[in-house]
């Protein structure tokens, strides 16, 4: 009897602090949604402050056919003889990097490549002046200028491919923004609002470091203790019905004639 009084007792004890620990999560989960509900996706993506824009090529006489800029049918040759075996293109594309035509080769490795359209050597990317260019043709806010940096390590707030270029402006939104270091292409737009609603976003699916796991170990967890906590309440209510003893009632008394 005591044996059995002492596992209901646990049993309450682990529905009572599963029901704590979700309970947390549960506000967390309402606060979350109910901020990110508020806001337009338009807002939250920057598009108030700036415009992914694709800029026209300059000049298009100027372009050499990709035939003659790649030799062979289907292989680049590169300055190593030994990884460039094996290194087939399969897609080719004409791209505009702030007016230059610059040819885009995607191959078996799964990585990019880029070429001078006008030239036909290898594109080594934007440089400064072309980023704060190109910042003038995208940015539409009423902020300057304040940095221009280069990152080989992106913070938190930009999770695409490196490098990349972060320009940061004086601005109320606190802007930042974010072009590829290849062809100065608009990647990101960060502003304050953005950061908040990826701190609720980051709570709301509870993956604390990459903020884009929807399977998180944080999430199974959670999904552990809420089947816990509904297994645990089943039991007791079990028992609270059915299987806990009930007090024996005594005689009422006759009525006096």
Known sequence: M????????????????????????MVLWFASGFFMSFFDIENIRGEHVAERIQWPIDDVSQIIPILQIVPGPQIIPGPDVEKSEGYKLYQTRLISVIGTPVYELKSTRDDLDYIDARTGTPWLGANE???????????????????????????????GNLPVWQVQFADKNNTRLYLSADTA???GVRTSLWRVFDFMWMLHIMDYKE?????????????????????TGIGLLIHRIALRPR??????????S
């Open 247 to 256: 007090p024996k009632r005594g005689l009422k008394p006759k009525p006096k």
């Open 185 to 187: 292409e608009l990647k």
């Open 129 to 159: 002046t072309q980023i704060r260019e190109a910042v003038d043709y995208y940015y539409i806010g009423d902020g300057k200028v304040e940095t221009v940096i280069k990152l080989t390590e992106a913070p938190i707030e930009y999770r």
């Open 211 to 231: 903020r884009s796991n929807f399977n998180s170990w944080w999430l199974k967890l959670l999904s552990f203790l809420a089947f816990l906590f509904a297994l």
């Open 2 to 25: 005591i044996a059995k009084h002492k596992f209901w007792r646990v049993l309450t004890r682990v529905h009572k602090w599963a029901a704590l620990i979700l309970g947390v999560q």
